[in-house]
């Protein structure tokens, strides 16, 4: 007897985007939240945070621009925080190439003038795990590259249409910005949790990092 088919994976990643949004938002809005007010002086307000047509360098075009819809509830959830004074949020996903079904971003930010950011760094991504369907796999790590800000990744396992997808989730938060980059591919959806490369994926989100941040003015 020939042996049965593989199961296909095209759709997985189609079908799954729209319950990591919701994660990915909500990592955003404990960045706003979490942590005590130091002092009174705020950071000056130098950068923002833009979603541009590609990023990447080109392999990744913007699919949707949730700003209007998921932006609002970072900026509802943020409302009042003491460490915070948010200024706008930009919530949009990404694919590979035009076809979702190759490779997914999904990116959730907000920018303004934050204190507190190594703590938020810290605690940003520990509220994954209370998101439906959401365990943490392999718990958050820190990575530095040179002047950058410091970039917090961890592996997260997520069930959904029946499938239990594998994904990375990096963020940091700087005196302007903060934000959170899921990467999703059919590929490696179902990969060991294990075999997640987080420093490549720190690195990938520092380079979009640079291309999402615009100065003012």
């Known amino acids: 007897m020939a042996p049965p088919p593989k199961k296909r994976r095209v759709g997985l990643v189609v079908g799954i985007v729209g319950g990591v949004v919701g994660v990915v938002v909500a990592i955003v809005v404990a960045l706003a939240l979490i942590g005590q007010a130091a002092g009174s002086d705020f950071p000056e307000a130098k950068f923002r945070l833009t979603l541009p047509e590609t990023l990447a360098d080109g392999r990744f ?8 819809t998921e932006g609002q509830k970072v900026l509802d959830g943020a409302d009042g ?3 915070a004074k948010v200024t706008d949020a930009v919530v949009g996903q990404y694919n590979q190439g035009g076809d979702d079904t190759k490779g997914v971003l999904v990116i959730s930010g907000m920018y303004g003038r934050f204190k507190n950011t190594d703590e938020a760094r810290d605690n940003m991504l520990e509220g994954v795990s209370t998101a439906d369907g959401v365990t943490v796999a392999v718990g958050p790590k820190d990575f530095t590259q ?3 800000p410091t970039v917090s990744c961890q592996v997260v396992t997520q069930k959904q249409l029946g499938t239990t997808l594998t994904y990375p989730v990096c963020g940091w938060a700087d005196g302007n910005t903060g934000a959170a980059v899921a990467t999703i591919t059919a590929e490696a959806a179902t990969e060991d949790s294990s075999d997640v490369d987080l420093a490549f994926h720190a690195k990938f989100t520092l380079q979009i990092r640079s291309e ?6």
């Open 61 to 68: 075009e913007l699919a949707q621009d949730l700003s209007d």
């Open 81 to 83: 925080a003491w460490d």
């Open 146 to 148: 040179g002047g950058s």
């Open 212 to 217: 999402m941040m615009k100065p003012i003015g």
